[in-house]
């Protein structure tokens, strides 16, 4: 069973910096990619961020140059850095494990195996 719990999130001042963490198994982190996905109030849950399990990286326009995931495979994580944080960010950001060790394979939400959640709030 593929479990993940995030972890860091928080209150935030606009341009600020935060690190989620996404602990799993070390299973886990070889076979499935690792999907990052964020639902802010009244709107859709959105894909942002992707690492596959060969460590290649993807990141939607909107995140990308402000934020950053790596895998630190001692301690079955996969981070997800988050710098010049704007009030548009604020969400609860979900880490969630493929079906597939590659990212972009067109799943449905349903497909993928969820964390909790935490919350991220950007704001003065």
């Known amino acids: 069973q593929v479990q993940l719990v995030e972890s860091g999130g928080g209150l935030v001042q606009p341009g600020g910096s935060l690190t989620l963490a996404c602990a799993t198994s070390?299973?886990?982190?070889?076979?499935?990619?690792i999907g990052w996905f964020r639902q802010a109030p009244g709107k859709e849950r959105e894909s942002f961020s992707c690492?596959?399990?060969?460590?290649?990286?993807h990141y939607m326009d909107s995140v990308k140059g402000r934020f950053f995931v790596s895998t630190e495979k001692l301690k079955s994580t996969v981070y997800l850095q988050m710098n010049n944080l704007e009030p548009e960010d604020t969400a609860v950001y979900y880490c969630?494990?493929?079906?597939?060790?590659?990212?972009?394979?067109?799943?449905?939400?349903?497909?993928?195996?969820w964390g909790q959640g935490t919350q991220v709030t950007v704001s003065s």
């Open positions: 969630a494990a493929s079906l597939y060790p590659e990212c972009g394979m067109g799943l449905d939400f349903d497909s993928w195996s």
């Open positions: 070390e299973s886990t982190l070889k076979s499935y990619a």
């Open positions: 690492i596959s399990t060969d460590g290649t990286t």
